[in-house]
């Protein structure tokens, strides 16, 4: 592969990679992290790199300017950038290139961002190291590229510290801060998972016009395959500290070769059409990479595997155009004969689970639900401010139901699920529950005790509340972890020692102790590759169907919603905006704001991404404490008039059909 890239275009790559390998070397175990990587990346071209946790993407990443944690190590291979090797060179020469020639921008701008730090400190110093420039210079310079990214008021907004800013806000500085020393290279580390999709949105249309208007080059590591198409131009993807395909984004989404690339592209749950059967997953797991691989690494879980696959590791090899695809079979599980057997299938579906009896009426009815917080100056001449998070809210469920809540951040969302936990109080209104309710968080692992092994964090909650013997509750605790899915034999280990989708299974399976009626899942596959989600969002399918369960279902992954929910509450500013079912809503939405939100849900299709008029959603969400006259929305609303500006719209039925707040479709 090291001509890689020089066929299609003339010009000298900026980044080179070759046989890259990167190990993370313990006292009894090795984790080959990086297996052997090579790439090419062009000036100003955007390579997106993906594959499931585990597959080395951000190890490969980090190794290219030697940021690897300890105990990781650079073993072997070549970078070059512009010509430079940077494998084997002084920490004080790669501090020269790191945030001038190379930019980064991370997950989680929080944990990057010095909380006690204003933000013109934080961007000031390093321009000013990089660039060689003056004070009053640099801080124009940090303002200029604050404008440029998005920041309104710029010029004071620059003294602000990162925890008075948004989560949409706090990644844009990331942004402008990995550019602000016109780096020739970023890496894009996972940028927007956090994010709502309406500034998912903005964020990658920010990133694709500065490297087209600037000419740097990107390296953009996900797992969202719909950001993908639409902003990539060449994809690699990776399993097992390899890449096992890569080619032009229009050539992998057209035609994947790779078995494994194929899985991916089928799991994807749809945001429009009907919903049909269950979604498709990829069996199994991920290779342990504590393991040496004898053979290819994908042939546990590959349904086209045959004896070839477990004796010999397949190289990348060319298929059409730029495409290459490290597989024995030219077209993977599209092959209409595989050596030494007949031809396989993917076989996904599984046999639908018996339905349980649901009782007649709501399970769960919340009316006239307000949550008002009261906010202290820190200033003692300044008047306290009042932020009403929930402002009278209206939703009922039936047994066996689920509602999907969607918004952005700061719409309440989180505020109206701690109200129905008991965990606030609401300030007027009512919640009636038929029966109890649990929670299943976003992230499990914090919600663990990580010194407490599974079948004891399975039991926690009947053990609390003095649910049973220890005989009866060890029967229940091995009735919950088969019900989820999952072996006995995993009772014995401890959080640390499973996935992340092994772990949320157990988060499923310890809020079932207690036979809930009401189920609240909160962001529970945000953080979850595309194929892991599939299998969580099938379990809660099954568990629903299965034992009659009411899920609320908070998200910011409208296709996640969009396949679960049986209805849809969209919420803005802390009130419904548009309610009812979710086939009406999603294939038909009347309220500006939900075509907004759904508009921006990217789609995994490079040509119809190509063809979409999107219009992305400008602005960020108001603050509450001081919310706009009239309808919320007006200051964002394409529609708005001036009606919109003095009078509140409320929610009234929408053709028989949902309920809609809004005077254009009123």
């Not at 009278?392 to 918004?407: A, K, P, R």
């Not at 079948?455 to 053990?463: G, M, N, Q, R």
């Amino acid at each position: 592969m090291s001509d890689m890239g020089t066929n299609l275009v003339s010009t000298e790559p900026i980044l080179q990679v070759r046989d890259l390998h990167t190990h993370f070397i313990g006292d009894k175990v090795t984790v080959r992290a990086v297996n052997g990587v090579s790439f090419d990346l062009q000036c100003g071209e955007r390579l997106a790199i993906v594959g499931e946790s585990g597959s080395g993407k951000s190890a490969m990443a980090m190794s290219l300017i030697q940021l690897i944690a300890y105990p990781g190590k650079i073993v072997s291979g070549s970078v070059r950038l512009e010509g430079t090797e940077l494998i084997g060179m002084r920490e004080n020469e790669l501090n020269k290139i790191r945030g001038k020639a190379v930019g980064t921008i991370f997950q989680d701008p929080m944990s990057s961002l010095d909380p006690v730090m204003r933000i013109s400190d934080q961007m000031i110093t390093p321009i000013r190291k990089h660039l060689n420039i003056g004070l009053k210079e640099a801080r124009l310079l940090a303002i200029d590229w604050l404008s440029r990214v998005g920041i309104p008021e710029a010029h004071t907004r620059i003294d602000s510290y990162p925890f008075e800013m948004s989560g949409g806000m706090r990644q844009r500085i990331m942004i402008a801060m990995a550019l602000s020393c016109n780096p020739r290279l970023i890496l894009a580390d996972e940028p927007t998972t956090a994010l709502d999709v309406t500034i998912q949105a903005q964020i990658v249309e920010l990133l694709k016009n500065l490297t087209e208007t600037t000419g740097t080059a990107m390296m953009f590591i996900t797992h969202d395959l719909g950001l993908v198409a639409r902003f990539a131009q060449k994809v690699a993807v990776m399993y097992a500290g390899k890449m096992v395909e890569y080619g032009t984004v229009e050539e992998l989404f057209a035609h994947p070769k790779h078995p494994y690339t194929q899985s991916l592209l089928m799991t994807i749950p749809k945001v429009s059409g009907e919903r049909s059967g269950r979604l498709l997953h990829i069996e199994g797991f991920p290779h342990d990479m504590r393991n040496a691989i004898v053979g290819c690494s994908f042939k546990e879980r590959c349904p086209a595997a045959f004896s070839r696959c477990y004796e010999e590791s397949p190289s990348l090899m060319e298929r059409e155009g730029s495409q290459r695809s490290a597989c024995f079979l030219p077209a993977g599980l599209n092959l209409g004969a595989i050596p030494e057997q007949e031809p396989v299938k993917l076989q996904v579906l599984s046999t639908p689970v018996a339905q349980a009896v649901r009782p007649l009426g709501n399970v769960l009815e919340i009316k006239e639900l307000h949550k008002h917080f009261k906010k202290e100056s820190v200033l003692p001449w300044r008047p306290s401010t009042q932020i009403k998070a929930v402002n009278g809210i209206n939703i009922s469920l039936e047994y066996g139901e689920t509602i999907g809540i969607v918004g952005e951040s700061g719409c309440g969302k989180s505020s109206t699920a701690r109200m129905l936990l008991g965990l606030d109080a609401p300030t007027s209104g009512s919640i009636d529950i038929q029966g109890n309710i649990q929670i299943v968080f976003q992230d499990p692992y914090s919600s663990f005790n990580p010194k407490m092994k599974i079948k004891d964090i399975i039991a926690e909650p009947l053990v609390v509340r003095g649910v049973g013997t220890v005989e009866s509750r060890r029967g229940k605790v091995l009735e919950l972890i088969g019900k989820v899915g999952l072996e006995a034999s995993y009772l014995d280990r401890y959080p640390s020692e499973l996935s992340g989708g092994q772990r949320q299974r157990i988060g499923v399976a310890r809020a079932l102790a207690l036979n809930p009626s009401v189920v609240v899942a909160d962001e529970p596959t945000s953080a979850l590759d595309v194929s892991v989600r599939a299998q969580i969002i099938n379990l809660l399918c099954d568990l629903k169907e299965e034992m009659g369960l009411s899920f609320v279902f908070i998200s910011h992954d409208l296709s996640t919603v969009r396949y679960i929910s049986d209805k849809i509450a969209v919420m803005y500013l802390g009130e419904i905006v548009e309610y009812g079912s979710a086939e009406e809503i999603f294939n038909h939405p009347a309220h500006p704001y939900t075509k907004a939100l759904l508009a921006a849900v990217p789609v995994p299709d490079p040509v119809v991404e190509a063809g979409r008029n999107i219009k992305i959603l400008a602005g960020e969400l108001p603050s509450p404490a001081n919310p706009p006259l009239g309808c919320a929305f007006h200051s964002r609303c394409p529609l708005v008039t001036e009606h919109c500006v003095s009078c509140k719209p409320t929610l009234v039925d929408y053709l028989d059909k949902r309920q809609v707040a809004c005077h254009a479709v009123s």
